[in-house]
């Protein structure tokens, strides 16, 4: 709806016009200085200056003192007729709000009574003087003034009215009054950006840029630092009240920071906020490593592993690694990757050294280091050096002792020295010598050629052996070699000799060799292997018979080197013939029979048996070729065979006379092997205890080649065994076990129909775990406020030995449950809550145990978390100055988590800057009284029970700009049809808007009848009137 206001205009003619609005503060004192007679006395007060915060005009602003006027003798007030009238007057640009206290003192005043005016540059104070007896004191208090622009000053003057103060002329000027020359702008400024800290890293200075300072006021200025848990809801530093802060990093988290800044000038302090920065501090855990060890000098060290990676939430770790040799006081680079583990690669130790792992984060400054781990390197061992060197002799001599010259000894060393003693053939390949551990070595000249030695030094330090090499020193032996012949032959009758050769083809040599000294041959014969003759024209290598022997003759080859000065002769050969033989028949023909099963003993009828008869078994496959086998030499023969198939056995019998043996074979036996195979089984499992584990099943059948198969499972409680039939159905290719609480073993065994013995599979482990028990809550159940600290989560009567792991569940409905990540230990704090819900918790327990593991969970707790929302209000609106704001509704009510909620209003005419309580506003819903001003509401909504709060989104009702009708111009007196000067008004609205003008007449002030006058010029700024009738208007 439009808004107007009405002036005097000739006595009988207004406008209206749009409002101005204004306001200012009044911080001060009024001062009635003048115009004081004999009879009347008037407080008197200093100057007053009126200071405002960002802009005039300012809401008012209450007077301290009280303004008197006395009587100084009683006939001050004269007797009045009735009630009079006298007016306290404020300059323009000054007005006077709020209501006036006033009283009187004495017995002459019958009545009195003070109103501020409709234009509020007046309080009207009217009275009823009744007496002239006593002294009388008139005072006027609980004033409060409003300047509406800055830098405008005036007097504070009395005018008389209708009133008669004797003494007090009207017109009279009080005491000065004037507005600042410019409001206090108070700049908050802009902080410094926001940032992440490691825990106790030292954190940048925060700085504002672009706040009010001593540059920019001369105005007293102080600081106070704030801190809070979010961008809304901010407390006092204590003692932090410098124009700079630096943030504590002692505590993870994020907090919220801005700056305070007042500034004061005559008692005004308006205050402004920087802008907000977070800062994040986060925990760097460098996480541990492990690998302690002792090295022997210039070793290759095990790589150091990382026993728990290093952790930074939200961030990646990179990693760099030191190294100390002094015992952790000064430390270096060590060569290595960004890993979390350290590998030595080729890198060896000669002293005893430190590492350590560096943990660095993107967003800190410091890094944090491990344990440190300890690579303990022994001191150098000297090998020493042999002598002699190199020794040259004949087989049959005795070479020097070998002794080393070292540096090391048992005196300058920690731990137990010994000595291994090696040697090769080659100065490459080195073999311990047995029993050879001391000091010095001699060594052996019965073996012909060079022999290499070297000394090896061992330092034992517990579980630690060090060894160092000696130099190499050699023995050389020389010998006259004649060779091995062959060529022993038992010849039956009229049997040629085969030749005799040399063993392997290795003839008479001289080793070392040694090409100027040739091996020449000669070959002897012997009927009695005692007397010996030498064979004339027989200088080879080898002899060849080409005539069959008459009776048993041995042989020898002789080697000579030096024309005959060294021989050696070979070992002797005998030819030695032997009487018939007859070899004999096998008592069985033929034998079938399965693998496993005990082989039938052979005998060989008929043989003969006279000479002192040997006996030699053969083998074959295949009935044509045989071979010997080695050692079976008795009359019968119990085969051990196991192969499938068919075997076939004969048996040579041999008679020895004179040394000499003849051989004859007995018949052949055929042994049928049949193959009976268990198959193989598989079905190995981890299951927890009491759970059935799954069938065990037959990777391949059994199979005894046709035979029809039949199957038993067996079980025991160790790999070895004892076995026993497992219960229930175990005569299938497969079986199913039952519900099991210790870790059994399984086999299956196959039986055939044609064989006597059984076949057994492989073994299959199935592990059992023993049972887990998840245990039960300590705490049933929790209820807290929001960013209230849970109390921590303790699980009793849970299964507490064995190799055990935890994590953490939680669940918003009791059903679904999800990990809380990084939550392994065996308690757990819930973190801060931060909005009001329930949330469950409950505990997993793992027990691992031989490659298996098993979990349960235990019992399930509840949080219970109590907040607030803060709802809605009604809408944004705009309304006439001095009008009603209406009622604000409640479009969403508060949520209490279930109770009901503690409401309060809030205002603020500073667009949100500074909030008042609007006192007794504690329902839902506010109904707006009248307001001059653009003004924002909101609604505080409280948990009865918990210390948190919610605001509501402010709504903001919109003020217009006040209508100021003005003041017309001077009364006239024209004659009839005489053209009247333009009426005009001073002082009106003339901007802010479209403005509009209605010109009025009326014919009589008093009556207060104005309407509009129906002309088409009455509706501009100016207006003509017409003069064609006579009277007043």
Known sequence: MPCSTKIDLLGNLFMSLKSLIVSSTLLGALLFSSGIQAQTAVSAHAAVTIETCDSFPLVSTSIPYSLTISETTSDGFAITSGSKTFQIALPENFTFSGTVSFSETGDDISSISANIDSDARYILVTYTTTATNTLDVITLSGLSVVAASAAQSGNVTYSAGTAVINGLDSGASFFPIASASAPINVTGGTLSATAAYCLDEVASVLTIAGSSSSSTTSNTL???????????????????????????????????????????????????????????????????????????????????????????????????????????????????????????????????????????????????????????????????????????????????????????????????????????????????????????????????????????????????????????????????????????????????????????????????????????????????????????????????????????????????????????????????????????????????????????????????????????????????????????????????????????????????????????????????????????????QNICANDIPSELTSTSAANSGGDPITYTWQTAAANSGPWSTASGTSSSTTYQPASLTQTTFYRRLANSTSCSISATTNIIKINVVPAVVGGTMATVSETICVGSTPTELVVNGATSSGVLTYQWETSSDNNTFSTITGATSIKYTPVTPIAAGTAYYRRQITLSSDGGACSATSSVTTLIVKGITAGAIGVNKTICYNTEGGLLTSLTASDASGETPLYSWQKSIDSGSNWTVIDSASDPTYAVGTITQTTQFRRLASSPTCTVSATTTPITITVLTEVVGGTASGNQSVCVDATPLALSVTGHTSSGGTLSYQWQSSSSVATNTFVDINLSSAINEQYTPPTDATGTV
């Open 222 to 684: 102080t600081y106070q630092w704030e801190s809070g848990p979010n961008n809304n809801s901010f407390s006092a530093l204590d003692t932090f009240t410098g124009p700079t802060y630096q943030p504590l990093t002692n505590v993870v988290g994020t907090t919220f920071y801005r700056r305070k800044i007042t500034e004061t000038s005559n008692g005004l302090s308006c205050v402004a906020y920087s802008s907000v920065v977070s800062i994040t501090v986060k925990t760097l855990d460098a996480g541990e490593i492990s690998g302690n060890e002792e090295v022997c000098y210039n070793g290759v060290p095990g790589s150091i592993t990382s026993a728990r990676d290093a952790s930074v939430a939200g961030e990646v770790v990179t990693y760099d690694w030191e190294q100390s040799v002094d015992s952790g006081v000064t430390w270096t680079n060590a060569p290595s990757t960004n890993s979390t583990t350290y590998v030595f690669g080729s890198n060896t130790l000669t002293q005893t050294t430190q590492f350590r792992r560096i943990a660095f984060s993107t967003s800190c400054t410091v890094t944090k280091s491990t344990n440190i781990i300890t690579k303990t390197a022994f001191g150098p061992l000297d090998g020493g050096t042999i002598t002699p060197t190199i020794q040259l002799l004949y087989k049959g001599t005795t070479p020097a002792s070998l002794t080393v010259s070292s540096t090391t000894n048992s005196g300058n060393v920690s731990g137990t020295l010994s000595y291994q003693w090696q040697q090769s053939t080659d100065s490459v390949n080195f073999t311990n010598i047995d029993s050879s551990t001391g000091d010095t070595y001699l060594p052996s000249a019965t073996q012909t050629g060079t022999t290499y030695f070297k000394r090896l030094t061992k330092l034992t330090n517990g579980s630690v052996i060090c060894e160092e090499e000696s130099t190499v020193g050699s023995v050389t032996v020389y010998d006259l070699n004649p060779g091995s012949i062959i060529g022993d032959q038992s010849l039956c009758n009229d049997h040629l000799a085969s030749d005799i050769t040399s063993i392997g083809s290795v003839d008479g040599n001289v080793s070392p060799p040694d090409a100027g000294n040739p091996v020449t041959y000669t070959w002897e014969s012997s009927l009695d292997n005692v007397a010996w003759s030498t064979m004339g024209g027989e200088t080879s290598t080898t002899l060849d018979f080409t005539n069959a022997l008459t009776q048993t003759t041995y042989y020898k080859r002789i080697a000579s080197i030096d024309a005959g000065t060294v021989t050696r002769s070979t070992n002797v050969i005998a030819k030695t013939l032997l009487l018939a033989v007859v070899g004999g028949t096998m008592d069985t023909v033929s034998t079938t029979l399965c693998v496993g099963e005990a082989l039938p003993n052979l005998i060989v009828s008929g043989s003969t048996a006279t000479g002192g008869p040997t006996y030699q078994w053969e083998y074959s496959t295949d009935n044509s070729n045989y071979s010997l086998l080695d050692g079976v030499t008795g009359a019968a023969h119990t085969p051990t065979q196991t192969a499938t198939g068919t075997h076939y056995f004969r048996r040579i019998t041999t008679v020895t006379s004179s040394g000499v043996a003849c051989s004859a074979t007995s018949s052949v036996t055929t042994i049928i092997i049949k193959a009976l195979s268990p198959g193989s089984i598989s079905g190995a």
